[in-house]
């Protein structure tokens, strides 16, 4: 009951479903560009980078939400739920990102997006 509770809330406000192997290209692209961000910190324009990376960073982690709302991704249900629990955590690390732009900040961000991106990489090659 619970469980079916997340993922109906998850449903709510999302847009298209999207497979593992196009999520784990996004987070990838996405830890590139933090990573960039985070080695060019002291240049001009980080601030419009910043809100970019992380806007599409809110998109990436909205559309994981709604392919696990919708079924789309092909992983176990215990994975999806604790995909889903890394979403809401994710996006609290992005509004972290946001309101104190700071390098550390960014640095948890970054390293969540590559792990996952990681993780569900490793995840597909083995299933």
Same mark, same amino acid.
């Given at each position: /009951?619970?469980?079916?509770h997340?993922?109906?809330?998850?449903?709510?406000?999302? $847009?298209?479903?999207?497979?593992? $192997?196009?999520?784990?290209?996004?987070?990838?692209?996405? =830890?590139a560009?933090? /990573?960039? %961000?985070q080695r060019?910190?002291?240049?001009?324009? $980080?601030?419009?980078?910043? &809100?970019?990376?992380?806007?599409?960073? $809110?998109?990436?982690?909205?559309?994981?939400?709604?392919?696990?709302?919708?079924?789309?991704?092909?992983?176990?249900?215990?994975?999806?739920?604790n995909? %889903?629990?890394l979403?809401?955590? =994710?996006h609290?690390?992005?509004?972290?990102?946001a309101?104190?732009? &700071?390098?550390?900040a960014?640095?948890?961000?970054?390293?969540?997006?590559?792990? %996952?991106?990681?993780?569900?990489k490793?995840w597909?090659?083995?299933?």
């Open positions: /009951m619970i469980r079916e997340h993922f109906q809330q998850a449903r709510c406000g999302h $847009r298209r479903p999207c497979s593992t $192997r196009s999520q784990v290209v996004r987070l990838e692209e996405l =830890a560009r933090l /990573m960039r %961000l060019q910190w002291d240049q001009p324009g $980080r601030d419009s980078e910043l &809100d970019a990376v992380l806007a599409s960073s $809110r998109d990436a982690w909205h559309d994981i939400q709604n392919a696990l709302a919708h079924g789309t991704l092909s992983l176990p249900l215990e994975v999806r739920e995909l %889903l629990i979403s809401v955590y =994710a609290s690390k992005i509004e972290t990102c309101s104190h732009r &700071d390098g550390q960014l640095s948890s961000l970054l390293a969540l997006t590559r792990t %996952l991106a990681g993780s569900l490793e597909r090659a083995a299933a």
